[in-house]
């Protein structure tokens, strides 16, 4: 009985043998795959990506007062169109007509402070050089009488110094409350529009500093425009000055605008990995509202020439991105990266060099080490 059961296995496992071999015979003998193969190519890439953008005010700004005080007049509103230095706004702070009087006070007590110094000065330095005068015939002046004269008309002048620099401080002090007085008087810091209004007459304002403050209004300029692009890394390069860049509004449709690169800033945002670009728009018609979106036809150029493969050339498996090349007769995965594409290509970086095959139409259904003949090259 064992040994009837060891003949059958010994069969079965002969049996098993041959079918394995059969199959790898028929793999073996599979025919190669015919696909288009495409070269790999160089070429200095020149095309334009679509970027979404928008413009800003050139300036924008809330406008605070410089000094606490009470509305008593607010001259604009929401649209209002305002010229540098115009006033905006009338306050009132009676606490500032009172420093002024008192800065005055002292402005002229100084002043007479220093006149009855000069006076004295004046009339110690004759006392001084009339007995120095007589002090030339010896024994009519005491040398003690002299010498006191001499240091009365010394202390004199210090006294006056002392006189002269309190009254410069003291009209520095009525400038310095002059100053806080014209403050009531809220003027506009540049040409713009007043975009929006917060506050009515008699309502207490004062500086952005203080608690709970808020500003009058907020004013931004429409004549000219900074059209901000964050620009991919990937495209940031070759980014020239003066260069003109074409978009268009929403709000415009059928309309191109062109504005030069005015501002770069150089520096890539850890976040978004993008470098703000802006664009100096002279926006005279006001044609493009400040707070648009805009697309922006952003140019590219690469600095260098780059290896292009026809679009369908590249594919995926979900865990790798590659092209298939065929070396040898042989296909062969290699991972790339692909760049910007256009007129039908695309930008690969990967271990290619120029000139190698590819299957122009990929597919992971092409393994590794199949067999390829070229179709139709």
């Known amino acids: 009985m064992k040994l009837a059961i060891t003949v059958c296995a010994v069969l079965l496992l002969a049996g098993c043998d041959s079918n394995n071999k059969t199959a790898s015979s028929s793999s073996s003998a599979a025919p190669a795959q015919g696909v288009k193969l495409a070269a790999v190519e160089t070429a200095e890439v020149h095309t334009t990506v679509a970027l979404p953008a928008q413009a800003l005010a050139f300036e924008s700004v809330d406008i605070f007062p410089k000094v606490t005080g009470f509305i008593e007049s607010i001259g604009v509103d929401r649209g209002s169109r305002v010229r540098r230095g115009e006033v905006i706004a009338q306050l009132s702070a009676p606490e500032l007509v009172a ?14 402070q220093l006149a009855q110094a000069q006076a004295k000065l004046a009339s110690d330095q004759g006392t001084y050089s009339h007995l120095a005068s007589a002090a030339k015939t010896p024994g009519v002046v005491a040398g003690n009488d002299l010498a006191i004269a001499e240091q009365t008309a010394a202390a004199d002048r210090a006294g006056v110094q002392a006189a002269s620099n309190n009254v410069r401080a003291a009209r520095e002090n009525l400038r310095s409350v002059s100053t806080l007085q014209d403050y009531l008087q809220v003027r506009a810091p540049f040409d713009g529009v007043v975009t929006q209004r917060n506050l009515h007459p008699g309502a207490l304002v004062g500086p952005a500093s203080g608690a709970g403050s808020q500003p009058l209004v907020h004013v931004e300029t429409l004549d000219r425009l900074r059209v901000v692009v964050p620009v991919p890394e990937a495209y940031a390069s070759g980014v020239a000055s003066g260069q003109q860049v074409a978009f268009s509004v929403t709000g415009q449709p059928g309309r191109t605008f062109r504005a030069p690169v005015a501002r770069i800033s150089h520096d890539l945002s850890q976040n978004t990995r993008s470098m703000a ?8 018609d006001a044609a493009v509202t400040p707070g648009a979106f805009v697309t922006v036809q952003w140019p590219v150029q690469r600095r260098s020439a780059t290896m292009m493969v026809p679009a369908s050339a590249v594919t995926t498996d979900l865990q790798r991105t590659f092209v298939i090349r065929v070396r040898d007769g042989k296909a062969e995965w290699v991972d790339v990266t692909t760049g910007l594409s256009t007129n039908g290509k695309i930008e690969v970086f990967g271990n290619l060099q120029q000139g190698d095959k590819v299957v122009e139409t990929a597919t992971d259904a092409i393994r590794p080490g199949t067999a390829i003949t070229a179709q139709g090259n």
Do not use: I, P
Not at 99 to 112: D, I, L, W
Not at 277 to 283: A, M, T
């Open 277 to 284: 670009v802006e664009l100096d728009l002279r926006n005279v």
């Open 99 to 112: 420093q002024r009087s008192q800065a005055e006070a002292r402005v002229q007590a100084a002043e007479s």
